[in-house]
Nanobody
């Protein structure tokens, strides 16, 4: 079992930046691949970014490539999502998730543990 708590969301103007954090507790953090997903109003939850348990490899949705960066600090049991050049269409609730399997998946159904989410609102 692992517990995930996101933080760092808020209201920002278009073109601005935010850094989301997800703190994990419970089972060893380094035994999980980690992902970020988001759900915009009236839409399904979609993949944003993922990172391997080592932190050496990441994957991104096309919509955020070049603007968002995922990183992790296993010593701090935390995964981050640095979001730059934010757009109004990035407005969503952002969730972090943990996957026990070694696969760096983009599929939300393959993540076993989820945080409660943090709201990001980008104004135009």
């Amino acid at each position: 079992q692992v517990q995930l708590v996101e933080s760092g969301g808020g209201l920002v103007q278009a073109g601005g930046s935010l850094r989301l954090s997800c703190a994990a507790s419970g089972r060893p953090f380094s035994s999980f691949d980690m992902g970020w997903f988001r759900r915009a109003p009236g839409k399904e939850r979609v993949f944003v970014a993922a990172i391997t348990r080592s932190g050496f490899t990441g994957d991104y949705a096309d919509s955020v490539k070049g603007r968002f960066t995922i990183a992790r600090d296993n010593a701090k049991n935390t995964v981050y999502l640095q979001m730059n050049s934010l757009k109004p269409e990035d407005t969503a609730v952002y969730y972090c998730a943990a996957d026990r399997e070694v696969r760096l998946t983009t599929r939300s159904t393959e993540y076993e543990y989820w945080g409660q989410g943090t709201q990001v609102t980008v104004s135009s």
